[in-house]
């Protein structure tokens, strides 16, 4: 768990720090321009977020502090959650009323919301060391589950455009990798809810999300220096590699903790 919460921590502080290099929300995993393209004031509070993920993800590092800035993620993760919303409404007037429309929107905040749910972990296992509810577990599994169901689906409505993201040299094609890794997050989401083999699913989440960032991600940034999405998103990602971590140590406590 302390591993996963200085990766958190990390990722978190970079997402910051890249949100204020720009000077603004990054614009595919913080869309904030959902709402409008004209919010009074929006380059100070993408500078006031940008200040408050430094801070807590560096809180994380402190042991004292370490619980403090485990609820600051999780409150601006929260708020994070609700920046793509309006999309729900805005993007189906525009693109029509299909099922891709809608997952994509929510894929938006499935984003956010797995952050959010690895967040409220660490700050409970900070607050109260060694104690697990299992409220609590079954209810992370549940949402953490549902995220991943809607990545798959995502995948499964969206093949040109993620299968476009895959390098050529990897073999069999980006059509290939894109359907296998749906399939990957489809039995991820199913092991979390049904609670079969879920550590082990959030492991090699965890694993399968960070290749993400080293041949598809990474590459990318490199390729366009002076883009904050790119930037942007190996930040996101790597943060999500840490909530899948963080939610494997969860769960690999909650079930040593469960009677025999």
Same mark, same amino acid.
């Given at each position: &768990? ?28 913080? #869309?904030?321009?959902? =709402? ?16 408050? @993920?430094?801070?807590?993800?560096? /809180? ?13 993620? /999780? ?8 920046? #793509?919303? #309006? ?52 209810? /992370? ?23 476009? &993201?895959?390098?050529? =040299? ?6 290939? =990798? ?13 092991? +979390? ?6 550590? @082990? ?6 694993? &399968?999300?960070?290749? +993400? ?31 899948? =971590? ?15």
């Amino acid at each position: &768990m302390k591993l996963a919460s200085w990766l958190f921590g990390i990722a978190s502080a970079l997402a910051g720090l890249f949100d204020l290099i720009w000077g603004e929300f990054e614009p595919a995993h913080q #869309p904030i321009q959902a =709402w409008s393209d004209h919010i009074p004031g929006v380059s100070i509070l993408a500078r006031i977020a940008a200040i408050w @993920l430094i801070c807590a993800g560096v /809180a994380l590092f402190i042991r004292p502090a370490a619980r403090i800035g485990a609820a600051a993620l /999780a409150i601006l993760y929260g708020i994070f959650c609700f920046f #793509p919303l #309006p999309r729900l409404v805005s993007a189906p007037h525009y693109l029509g009323h299909h099922p891709a429309v809608y997952i994509g929107v929510l894929v938006s905040v499935a984003q956010q919301l797995i952050l959010f749910i690895a967040a409220l972990l660490l700050w409970l296992h900070l607050t109260n060391p060694g104690s697990f509810p299992r409220s609590v577990t079954l209810l /992370a599994r549940i949402l953490f589950g549902l995220c991943c169901i809607d990545f798959a689906f995502g995948h499964f409505t969206g093949i040109p455009a993620t299968a476009a &993201m895959i390098p050529h =040299w990897i073999p069999f094609g980006g059509t290939f =990798w894109t359907i296998l890794t749906g399939i990957a997050f489809l039995l991820a989401g199913l092991a +979390f809810i049904t609670g079969i083999l879920n550590v @082990l699913a959030a492991r090699l989440l965890s694993l &399968m999300l960070l290749l +993400f960032t080293i041949i598809v991600l990474a590459p990318r940034a490199f390729a366009s220096p002076h883009n904050h999405v790119p930037w942007g998103s190996n930040a996101y990602n790597l943060t999500a590699v840490a909530a899948a =971590w963080i939610l494997s140590a969860w769960l690999s406590y909650s079930r040593e903790q469960a009677p025999a």
